[in-house]
């Protein structure tokens, strides 16, 4: 089928825009495959029914709006937890400020590295997991990323490791147009824990692939900072083993525009995968458009998954939630679970939820639901009754509201640093 | 301490006058209480008192220690030294007993301009008052009143009013769903309070609980007004005769 005329003069325009890395490798095919894939798909307009929602123009678009850079005077996220420090700027590793990379039980490698060996284990997983998900729904600018990422962490996990591995983005440029691709394979039996924070770029491209064996654990905690006018696209695509287990949190407050993708597969029986989302907009200073879209099929027995998405608007912030549960057939005992919610602290934000069920078996526990509401005004009231200021006793609802996507991350330490991090954000926004 | 004076207030939402020229004045050191038929406004009363939405003052005035309570904010009446116990307390998943507490402290004292109670300091200044009302620490772990009792809420109620010292409390049917001994507990702590100081003002509906706060005096409220004023009697004859007698007097 051919593409409409719009979308191929958009997608040239892109590809015009970007070069493939040089050097030799496997990656070259993989590589010139996907530019390959992308040009039959074109990249996606607001035409496109999986864009109704939020409009990709500037994630698409040749050159990168720029964004100013923003200078925080906060403790660095995560600050107090012992971790591995691998740090990107603009898009770029930087070894100077990152820690040495040994840690006992996994091996991490640059992507440019392993590309350019000829045998490698990556060779199995590049692009791999990206092309699964492009079934049923096209997901064009992840296809964009395998073929142009010149940088990532390739990450192997063989048992438990102590400490998480923390990928922090920093900013240089204020028109950074950044695209990272990592990779995660995590062995039978590994237990590993992968933290992200900071500001990347004017515009980021970020996609994981992580494949979790039987028995795995995959651990993520992400927060998507106060870089106000950053535009963000993300995809973490997962394929789960038997009982093996994925949890995925992330903190998102401010971001001009920033869409956050997970496509997950249960393939082994009695494998679960939980996502969670806590999202602050506040459309006062920049804009703000947060998308969560979300794709998990069950194709196997015994599984669960869980979604809890929680946004909190104003100021004519906008919230958006995709979110799809697919049990295929025979993936009997399926327990899926979904709920979005948003928390509207004025007229002018909106919230669009879309929440999915396709169901192809019929022994499964499947629930979902998607809720808008304002601030609870008799709760509110009874706070300021006791003296605690109308600012502060909305700060206390909405930490309130957001409590049970929190309550997700397993790691208590990291629980504390994000919930105290959220109070920090919520202080400062309410002292200007 | 508390001035009322000719105050009319009517729904914000319809046209519904609910109170109709209340007088009412509540001196320092003293205990004043409230009885009077189901829907005659006092609840409403106490609302208007505390600040919340959904009604209008239509006429007359409410002063707190000569200041005018009807142009401030809730948090401000609270700062001030307002406190209602209420009625119906209110229900607020996820956030927890604690740190409500504890902010609500914090931030009265920063509207009057005193340093903030260190957590240490607070925990066992809330200790303290907790169990002289029975309550236990696993209660005060919890969300706000989430699935507290009936009796557990107001006890609850009784707890905040004893850690934030105010200078005039309105009780709104704090007896309502007390068992006898949470009763004579509550008492207790409302009783502590008690100083030369501070101001009462109890709804009630029975004899019972003013067996155990002593009121200097009472009034009954009926149809939006205080129809009649009287000492500790008037409330046992309430208890007794109802208030036909008393309505059927004034009309
Ligand atoms: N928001 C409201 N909407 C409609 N009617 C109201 C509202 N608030 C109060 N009223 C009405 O005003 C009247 C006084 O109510 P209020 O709650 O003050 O009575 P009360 O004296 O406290 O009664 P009780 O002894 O039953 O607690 C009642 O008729 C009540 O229905
Ligand atoms: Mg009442």
Not at chain 1, 221 to 229: C, I, L, N, S, Y
Request: glycine letters at 8%.
């Amino acid at each position: 089928m051919a593409l409409p005329q719009a979308k191929l003069d958009l997608t040239e325009a892109r590809l015009a825009a970007l070069s493939l890395p040089d050097g030799a490798g496997w990656a070259n095919a993989a590589r010139a495959d996907a530019v390959a894939r992308l040009r039959a798909m074109g990249l996606p307009t607001r035409r496109d029914e999986y864009w109704k929602f939020t409009s990709p123009e500037t994630l698409t678009r040749a050159d990168a709006p720029r964004a100013a850079l923003f200078h925080g005077d906060e403790t660095p996220l995560y600050a107090g937890i012992d971790r591995l420090k691998i740090v990107f700027v603009d898009g770029v590793f930087d070894a100077d400020q990152s820690d040495d990379l040994s840690l006992e039980h996994v091996s991490i490698e640059h992507l440019a590295d392993v590309t350019a060996t000829d045998i490698h284990w990556a060779r199995e997983l590049y692009g791999q997991l990206e092309i699964a998900g492009q079934d049923p729904v096209d997901r064009p600018l992840a296809t964009l990323n395998t073929a142009f990422a010149r940088d990532g962490v390739v990450i192997r996990v063989t048992g438990k490791v102590e400490k998480p591995i923390s990928l922090v983005y920093l900013n240089a440029s204020e028109s950074s147009d950044a695209i990272l691709h990592h990779l995660v394979r995590v062995e039978a039996g590994g237990d590993v824990t992968v933290l992200e924070n900071g500001p990347a770029a004017a515009r980021f491209n970020k996609v994981m692939e992580i494949s979790v064996a039987d028995g795995a654990a995959f651990h993520h905690v992400r927060a998507q900072g106060r870089d106000h006018e950053r535009r963000a696209v993300t995809h973490m695509f997962a394929r789960l083993g038997r009982e093996s287990t994925y949890k995925s949190f992330t903190l998102t407050a401010n971001g001009v525009l920033t869409r956050n993708e997970h496509v997950i597969e249960l393939t082994g029986d009695d494998a679960v995968a939980h996502v969670a989302g806590a999202a602050m907009g506040d459309g006062a200073r920049a804009e703000f458009h947060h998308d969560d879209t979300v794709f998990i099929t069950h194709d196997a027995e015994r599984c669960e998954s869980r979604q809890v998405f929680k946004k909190v608007l104003r100021n004519g912030a906008e919230g958006v939630f995709q979110g799809k549960i697919l049990v295929k057939p025979g993936a009997q005992k399926t327990d899926g679970y979904q709920i979005s919610q948003a928390l509207m602290l004025d007229d002018e934000s909106s919230f669009q939820g879309k929440p999915e069920l396709e169901i192809y078996a019929d022994d499964v526990v499947c629930s979902h639901g998607s809720t808008t509401g304002a601030i609870d005004e008799t709760a509110l009231y009874y706070l300021r009754s006791r003296g605690v200021p109308a600012d502060q006793a909305t700060d206390l609802l909405v930490l309130a509201f957001l409590a049970e996507a929190i309550d997700e991350i397993e790691d208590a330490r990291l629980q504390d640093d994000i919930r105290t991090r959220l109070q920090e954000w919520l202080e400062r926004r309410r002292q200007g | 301490m508390l001035e009322i004076k000719n105050l009319h207030v009517k729904l914000e939402e319809e046209d519904k006058d609910i109170l109709k020229g209340v007088d009412l004045s509540v001196e320092a050191g003293k205990v004043h209480a409230i009885m009077g038929p189901n829907g005659s406004g006092k609840s409403t009363l106490s609302y208007v008192l505390s600040g919340r939405d959904g009604y209008e003052v239509t006429d007359g005035s409410a002063s707190l220690l000569g200041e005018d309570l009807l142009e401030m904010d809730p948090e401000d009446r609270a700062a001030a030294g307002l406190f209602l116990a209420f009625q119906y307390p209110v229900e607020i998943p996820g956030v927890g007993n604690m740190t409500f507490l504890r902010t609500a402290l914090n931030a009265q004292r920063k509207a009057r301009g005193e340093d903030e109670v260190s957590a240490g300091d607070f925990l066992k200044l809330v200790r303290e008052k907790a169990k002289a009302l029975n309550i236990d620490a696993e209660m005060l772990k919890r969300p706000v009143n989430v699935g507290f009792s009936g009796g557990e809420k107001k006890r609850n109620e009784i707890l905040q009013m004893a850690v934030l010292e105010p200078k005039m409390c309105i009780l709104d049917e704090t007896d309502s769903g007390l068992d006898v001994d949470a009763m004579k507990l509550v008492s207790e702590g409302v009783n502590a309070l008690r100083d030369a100081g501070r101001g009462f003002l109890v709804i009630t509906h029975y004899q019972r609980l003013l067996d155990h706060i002593k009121p200097d005096v009472v009034h009954i409220m009926a149809d939006g007004r205080i129809v009649k004023t009287g000492g500790p009697d008037l409330a046992l004859e309430v208890e007794q005769n109802g208030y036909a007698d008393i309505l059927g007097e004034v009309a």
